[in-house]
């Protein structure tokens, strides 16, 4: 995209506003001729690999049509059929890779590993979730928001639950872009500390952590939530059941926020957990809108980073 330097995108800290500005713009335009039938197929000839070493519906699917749409291929790579489950290190992986493909997505565990592979890689790196972030995710629900709302600064988000990944890359989001974000987690589940401070210093807008999820939904105008443990915490399961008792998106707690509130939530949820089926299935969710969004905002992204000047 004109304008825009290459280069990875591992957070959303790795974007400026105007950067996002521009995608969303963009998206709304992708997202148009999409709809009209209208092909657009910038990146022929092009290939996008999808390295996953956890399971996904929405980011690989959402990644490989993306890629197909604009005209390119894709190689899905899973860890247990790849050197990289036995051990090839991530500096050799990400050097090779990129002498093959023209882009990487990478879903893995700890952040260092897309830090490690993107300073090691020749072709831009997207991170498609680590433990930390999940950029790809938020950037698609910020542009969700201003597709319903029409804005997005001004608002008052509230995050319902962990402090996880989404939350982090949330926190990241309003600081950018100028929205208010109340958290509401439970002690000991609240965001990165780090995440936390550095967008609080940057930001124009509210950021805090409250532990009564009715202090976060009341007048809010966006609801968000996500499932209580994330992929890597299943051994925590039952014991995470027990200290999210009460963080739970449902109809009472939809009341608090504003009448037209919308209610988020990135999937896969967890229906009687985090956010009741009455809710997911209500008026105020636009939740299918935002799970369909990832392509049309992804669309975008791709376009973008592989595309030759
Ligand atoms: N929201 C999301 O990233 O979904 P998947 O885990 O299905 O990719
Ligand atoms: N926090 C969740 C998000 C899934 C898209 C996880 O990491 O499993």
Redesign the pocket.
Known sequence: MKGLEKKHLLTIFDLSKDEINAIFEKTRLFKERQKRGIPHNPLIGKTLALIFEK??????VSFETAMYQLGGNTIFISQKDSQIGRGEPIKDTARVLSRYVDGIVIRTFGHDIVEEFAQYSSAPVING?TDLH?PC?VLTDVFTIIEKTGNCKGLKAAWIGDGNNMANSWIEAASRLGFDLMLACPEGYWPDKNIMEKAKKEAQSRIEIVTDPRDAAKDADVLNTDVWASMGQEDETEKRKKVFQGYQINSDLLRLAKKDAIVMH???AHRGEEITDEVMEGPNSVIFDQAENRLHVQKVILEWLLKSN
């Open positions: 399971a996904s519906t929405r980011t690989r979730l999940h995710q990135c999937l896969p």
